[in-house]
């Protein structure tokens, strides 16, 4: 029982990097999301995928770019990473519609901007 | 957009005390959820609402969906220090493509 897995935990970055998190799931979850949790701010959403192929901006896309080239992952992407990027980012996953909506979270990566 | 606000932020209660939380909406939702985030863990699902005025229990915890649609209520009975944690609310949207809306959370702590 997976559920949803992300890699890596926990990272650095000096300002300027790139790197991918990755989201795995093992639900056959129809929806993916990304979010960042900052203190005081609870979760904020960058991007979610609601199919294979599909992905849409949430709350707070800028900086990040996001693919579904297969069902069961969800990458999220800084470009040119920045400090204001210092956060912990969730990947979550659910059905898409009626019961059973209820959004299952990974374990959090945890990444510092410097 | 859609905005949950949950109260209040934080809580401060002694071992055994009940502690009782709110989150309300600015529009109708469907189902309500609520979640529970342990320190560098992801968030946990602890109740799950479908359906308005429903009444649901897990053990020690009783969440209420409200009859507006627009409100729900998640109640600890008998607090223990193993409660402390942050807890969040959330549901889906139906109008945004099921994209899932979370409250900013109460943050519990148990005094033994």
């Known amino acids: 029982n997976a559920g949803v897995t992300q890699t890596p935990k926990f990272r650095v970055l000096k300002t300027g990097q790139s790197m991918t998190l990755l989201c795995a799931q093992d639900?056959?979850?129809?929806?993916m999301y990304w979010y960042r949790q900052d203190p005081g701010m609870g979760l904020r959403l960058i991007h979610y995928?609601?199919?294979?192929?599909?992905?849409a901006k949430g709350k707070v896309p800028d900086g990040y770019n996001v693919s579904r080239l297969k069902k069961q992952n969800f990458l999220l992407g800084l470009e040119s990473a920045a400090p204001s990027q210092t956060s912990v980012y969730f990947c979550?996953?659910?059905?898409?519609?009626?019961?059973?909506?209820?959004?299952?979270f990974g374990q959090g990566t945890r990444l510092t901007v410097v | 957009g859609q905005q949950l606000n949950q109260s209040p932020q934080s809580m401060f209660i002694q071992e055994g005390e009940d502690v009782s939380m709110n989150c309300t909406s600015s529009?109708?939702?469907?189902?309500w959820l609520w979640y529970k985030q342990d320190p560098g863990e992801g968030p946990v699902l602890l109740i799950a609402?479908?359906?308005?005025?429903e009444l649901t229990s897990n053990g020690r915890l009783t969440a209420q969906f409200g009859i507006t649609r627009k409100d729900s209520f998640l109640n600890i009975s008998a607090s223990i220090p193993s409660d402390v944690g942050i807890y969040f609310c959330?549901?889906?949207?139906?109008?945004?493509?099921?994209?899932?809306?979370f409250g900013t959370g109460t943050s519990l702590t148990v005094i033994p």
């Open positions: 609402l479908y359906k308005a005025g």
């Open positions: 979550a996953s659910s059905h898409n519609e009626g019961v059973g909506t209820e959004a299952f």
């Open positions: 995928s609601v199919g294979e192929g599909t992905t």
């Open positions: 639900m056959n979850h129809e929806y």
């Open positions: 959330a549901g889906p949207s139906s109008n945004t493509g099921n994209q899932f809306y």
């Open positions: 529009s109708i939702f469907n189902t």
